[in-house]
């Protein structure tokens, strides 16, 4: 994905849930790049970590999830340079331009404030 992140905190800003969270929200650094893998048969798909908390992120991707979905989300760890895997369900999937969607996740065992500051 070449396209900016700009547009990503744009649409941060405009919708209605941004406050809605019960944790508090931290941005990645620029360019925290993951993988999605949503089942062993199919391809993962490229992400862009966006933020991340004790109970969820969100991410940019290339094709839309369907709200509901489970996935395995992978990043790595900006303390120790560790790949970590998260268990996550899909919370909500909005169409951000013509080729990207913003999706928010809720994991499934919600981050220790340890294991966040690890990631963070």
Known sequence: ???SLQPVYEILNKHSWK???ASVRYCCAPATAGKVILDDNTPFLR???VNLSEGGLALVVEQPLEVGQLLNIQMKSAASDNLVQL???V???TQQSRVEWFIGCEFLTPLSKEQLDELL
Do not use: F, G
């Open 1 to 3: 994905m070449a396209s």
């Open 19 to 21: 406050n809605q969270r």
């Open 47 to 49: 992400a862009w970590i």
């Open 91 to 93: 919370a909500h999937c």
């Open 87 to 89: 268990a996550a369900q």
